[in-house]
């Protein structure tokens, strides 16, 4: 008998539900052309059974899939990284002999790392970048290879740095590379489908990195760059990073006297009296915030044995990330100053008994803490190796956590409400790397995701992005520019307890288990002060600005008058400061907004004789009214009380 069996065709589910049949390795651009032509000229890749794929790579067997176009959440990736190919093939062309590191997207960006003769010149990153157009127009199709380790290692003859990574590859891992044009790399992919599809992209900038983050190793050349799909967000977004230059924390810092860094002590700030008043300011909220939600405020030792990290699970996970310090009986780093508040908190707990019409109980704490990040990673305030939390650690049952979320998220929503700030939600699940039975995972994801759909908020899903023993809720925040930070958290914690031996005793009279809560509103004082500074772009409101009025005498014959006036300031809770120096009145004016003071109350002989002042509000430019003093005092306080964000 003879005869052959024809192959049975794909079937394909899409997000609707449908099911579309193709021939057996039928490509996602067949599926999209099978959809509508409309659709196949926007595709960028395809998504088979949730994992992104290359449009033009076949389909093996029966999946759900869906193509991706650019209004799909994964398709900046996609371009960011084939014009990091892009760049990458560009630079080969003027440089030949560059050899290749990594190349990833990145938040807002891509970059490449090269190595190099020389460091890369801005009139360097002008060629390139008019070479990358170049690659553009000729739309060089974006194709992967299967290729085994010989193969690759053929291809890449030349290049250490790749040899390098391909030594590492698993035995059982696939290996690909992908060519545009006459540039190929060592690449999982996916791409775009072709070079045509880069048009809207700019270099930035260009910066020394060590290869593989290790400082021991050669120093590489970073370029970094940024794509978008129109033009008109690429300009934006190019308009807002000559913002972010101008509200650059650092250059303000010192411009209005907040902060600075001696080489003595690296990644440590100095604050000024003036940055010190705003550092009080935002602690003194905070405070209020945790004494209105029932919170204790405790301090606890900034310096533990080694005995502390192993229960809670640093030493063996965190430890190069901790200063160690010398114990003089042992001659061994058996200290380490603390990098977090959490287990001194637990350790406080566990100290004395606790009944369950105690909880929830709460813990803040404002401790100083320490974390060794490496030299090349600091940046102004934003990385230090010294730092302030606000952090907090809530002791409670199981069934107070939907209650004590609630209570929480509206805290800290109102926090960032008082600073002109929005926040995102995010819900972030258990990462490949934690600790805990599966079992302990399910019922606190279970617990923490009741707890938030309660609240009512909108929030969005992050998988894999939880801490290593517990789901969180994390607030993403913007600022005044649209830019995103990582600020406040919302973490539960069903493993301390165990680690740490903590009880409380039930109504039934037995022993049992608290869950915790870690919680941060600001985090870090030092980020959420940089970040403040660049949403404000130094020009606080009242209420946050280290000098409130400047009071301004217009001649030595107003001084009395204008430090009384001062008085009568102070005495109702107003930072003020008296300028009485002998300059020109248009000078000490122009230097108060300099110095973006909120308001200059002016005092002339007219002034002085009627009890009133000449009120200059902040960028109002000459515009000045005239004021009775005690309705200017009772306004300035009312505003203070109010945390008005606007003067």
Same mark, same amino acid.
């Given at each position: 008998?003879?005869?052959?069996?024809?192959?049975?065709?794909?079937?394909?589910?899409?997000?609707?539900?449908?099911?579309?049949?193709?021939?057996?390795?039928?490509?996602?651009?067949?599926?999209?052309?099978?959809?509508?032509?409309?659709?196949?000229?926007?595709?960028?890749?395809?998504?088979?059974?949730?994992?992104?794929?290359?449009?033009?790579?076949?389909?093996?067997?029966?999946?759900?899939?869906?193509?991706?176009? &650019?209004?799909?959440?994964?398709?900046?990736?996609?371009?960011?990284?084939?014009?990091?190919?892009?760049?990458?093939?560009?630079?080969? %062309?003027?440089?030949?002999?560059?050899?290749?590191?990594?190349?990833?997207?990145?938040?807002?960006?891509?970059?490449?790392?090269?190595?190099?003769?020389?460091?890369?010149?801005?009139?360097?990153?002008?060629?390139?970048?008019? /070479?990358?157009?170049?690659?553009?127009?000729? =739309?060089?199709?974006?194709?992967?290879?299967?290729?085994?380790?010989?193969?690759?290692?053929?291809?890449?003859?030349?290049?250490?740095?790749?040899?390098?990574?391909?030594?590492?590859?698993?035995?059982? %891992?696939?290996?690909?590379?992908?060519?545009?044009?006459?540039?190929?790399?060592?690449?999982?992919?996916?791409?775009?489908?072709?070079?045509?599809?880069?048009?809207?992209?700019?270099?930035?900038?260009?910066?020394?990195?060590?290869?593989?983050?290790?400082?021991?190793?050669?120093?590489?050349?970073?370029?970094?760059?940024?794509?978008?799909?129109?033009?008109?967000?690429?300009?934006?977004?190019?308009?807002?990073?000559?913002?972010?230059?101008?509200?650059?924390? !650092?250059?303000?810092?010192? &411009?209005?006297?907040?902060?600075?860094?001696?080489?003595?002590?690296?990644?440590?700030?100095?604050?000024?009296?003036?940055?010190?008043?705003?550092?009080?300011?935002?602690?003194?909220?905070?405070? %209020?915030?945790?004494?209105?939600?029932?919170?204790?405020?405790? /301090?606890?030792?900034?310096?533990?044995?080694?005995?502390?990290?192993?229960?809670?699970?640093?030493?063996?996970?965190?430890?190069?990330?901790?200063?160690?310090?010398?114990?003089?009986?042992?001659?061994?780093?058996?200290?380490?100053?603390?990098?977090?508040?959490?287990?001194?908190?637990?350790?406080?707990?566990?100290?004395?008994?606790?009944?369950?019409?105690?909880?929830?109980?709460?813990?803040?704490?404002?401790?100083?803490?320490?974390?060794?990040?490496?030299?090349?990673?600091?940046?102004?305030?934003?990385?230090?190796?010294?730092?302030?939390?606000?952090?907090?650690?809530?002791?409670?049952?199981?069934?107070?956590?939907?209650?004590?979320?609630?209570?929480?998220?509206?805290?800290?929503? %109102?926090?960032?409400?008082?600073?002109?700030?929005?926040?995102?939600? /995010?819900?972030?699940?258990?990462?490949?790397?934690?600790?805990? &039975?599966?079992?302990?995972?399910? !019922?606190?994801?279970?617990?923490?995701?009741?707890?938030?759909?309660?609240?009512?908020?909108?929030?969005?899903?992050?998988?894999?992005?939880?801490?290593?023993?517990?789901?969180?809720?994390?607030?993403?925040?913007?600022?005044?520019?649209?830019?995103?930070?990582?600020?406040?958290?919302?973490?539960?914690?069903?493993?301390?307890?165990? !680690?740490?031996?903590?009880?409380?005793?039930?109504?039934?009279?037995?022993?049992?288990?608290?869950?915790?809560?870690?919680?941060?509103?600001?985090?870090?004082?030092?980020?959420?002060?940089?970040?403040?500074?660049?949403?404000?772009?130094?020009?606080?409101?009242?209420?946050?600005?280290? &000098?409130?009025?400047?009071?301004?005498?217009?001649?030595?014959?107003?001084?009395?008058?204008?430090?009384?006036?001062?008085?009568?300031?102070?005495?109702?809770?107003?930072?003020?400061?008296?300028?009485?120096?002998?300059?020109?009145?248009?000078?000490?004016?122009? =230097?108060?907004?300099?110095?973006?003071?909120?308001?200059?109350?002016?005092?002339?002989?007219?002034?002085?004789?009627?009890?009133?002042?000449?009120?200059?509000?902040?960028?109002?430019?000459?515009?000045?009214?005239?004021?009775?003093?005690?309705?200017?005092?009772?306004?300035?306080?009312?505003?203070?009380?109010?945390?008005?964000?606007?003067?």
């Amino acid at each position: 008998m003879s005869g052959s069996t024809a192959l049975q065709p794909l079937r394909l589910t899409l997000p609707d539900g449908s099911v579309r049949e193709l021939p057996p390795g039928s490509t996602g651009r067949a599926l999209a052309e099978s959809i509508g032509s409309g659709l196949a000229r926007a595709a960028l890749a395809v998504k088979v059974d949730g994992q992104l794929r290359d449009l033009d790579r076949p389909l093996e067997s029966d999946a759900a899939v869906a193509i991706v176009t &650019e209004r799909d959440p994964e398709a900046l990736d996609l371009l960011r990284h084939s014009s990091a190919h892009m760049l990458a093939t560009a630079v080969r %062309e003027l440089f030949p002999g560059a050899r290749i590191g990594f190349g990833p997207s990145i938040e807002d960006g891509f970059y490449y790392d090269f190595e190099v003769p020389r460091p890369f010149t801005p009139e360097d990153l002008e060629a390139i970048e008019k /070479k990358m157009a170049e690659v553009a127009e000729r =739309d060089y199709p974006f194709t992967r290879d299967v290729v085994d380790r010989a193969d690759a290692n053929r291809r890449f003859a030349d290049d250490p740095l790749k040899l390098e990574r391909i030594a590492e590859l698993g035995d059982d %891992e696939t290996i690909t590379v992908y060519t545009d044009g006459p540039f190929q790399d060592l690449c999982r992919g996916p791409h775009v489908p072709r070079t045509g599809r880069l048009k809207h992209y700019k270099l930035l900038n260009a910066a020394g990195a060590y290869w593989r983050g290790d400082e021991r190793r050669q120093m590489l050349q970073r370029i970094y760059g940024t794509a978008w799909f129109k033009k008109d967000e690429l300009d934006a977004y190019l308009h807002r990073l000559e913002e972010a230059k101008k509200r650059d924390h !650092r250059r303000l810092g010192r &411009e209005l006297d907040l902060f600075m860094f001696h080489p003595f002590a690296p990644g440590a700030p100095f604050y000024t009296d003036r940055g010190t008043t705003m550092v009080r300011v935002i602690n003194d909220y905070v405070r %209020e915030l945790n004494q209105r939600a029932g919170y204790q405020e405790i /301090k606890t030792p900034l310096l533990y044995n080694k005995g502390l990290w192993e229960i809670s699970g640093h030493w063996g996970k965190y430890r190069e990330h901790m200063f160690l310090v010398l114990d003089s009986e042992t001659g061994e780093h058996d200290f380490s100053l603390k990098p977090m508040n959490c287990p001194s908190h637990h350790l406080y707990f566990g100290t004395r008994k606790h009944s369950y019409r105690e909880l929830p109980t709460g813990y803040a704490t404002f401790d100083v803490l320490h974390r060794n990040e490496v030299s090349g990673a600091l940046g102004g305030l934003t990385r230090v190796r010294q730092f302030q939390q606000d952090d907090c650690h809530v002791y409670l049952m199981s069934s107070q956590i939907a209650t004590e979320v609630r209570r929480i998220t509206d805290m800290i929503l %109102e926090l960032y409400a008082t600073f002109g700030l929005t926040a995102t939600l /995010k819900f972030a699940t258990r990462p490949e790397q934690r600790i805990g &039975e599966d079992a302990m995972w399910d !019922r606190a994801e279970a617990d923490l995701r009741a707890a938030l759909e309660a609240t009512g908020k909108p929030y969005e899903l992050k998988p894999g992005d939880g801490a290593f023993y517990g789901p969180k809720i994390d607030f993403d925040v913007s600022d005044s520019i649209g830019r995103k930070w990582q600020l406040g958290t919302i973490q539960l914690d069903y493993a301390a307890a165990d !680690r740490f031996d903590l009880t409380y005793v039930g109504e039934d009279n037995t022993e049992h288990r608290p869950v915790i809560i870690h919680r941060a509103m600001a985090g870090s004082f030092e980020r959420f002060m940089a970040i403040l500074i660049e949403h404000f772009a130094g020009a606080f409101p009242l209420w946050l600005a280290p &000098e409130q009025v400047r009071v301004i005498p217009i001649s030595d014959g107003q001084t009395d008058a204008a430090r009384r006036l001062a008085e009568r300031l102070r005495g109702a809770g107003v930072r003020v400061h008296v300028d009485d120096r002998n300059e020109t009145l248009n000078y000490r004016i122009r =230097d108060g907004e300099v110095w973006k003071i909120p308001y200059m109350a002016v005092v002339g002989q007219r002034e002085a004789d009627a009890d009133t002042l000449a009120l200059r509000v902040r960028g109002a430019g000459r515009k000045q009214e005239i004021f009775p003093a005690g309705e200017f005092i009772a306004r300035v306080a009312e505003e203070n009380r109010t945390r008005a964000l606007v003067p």
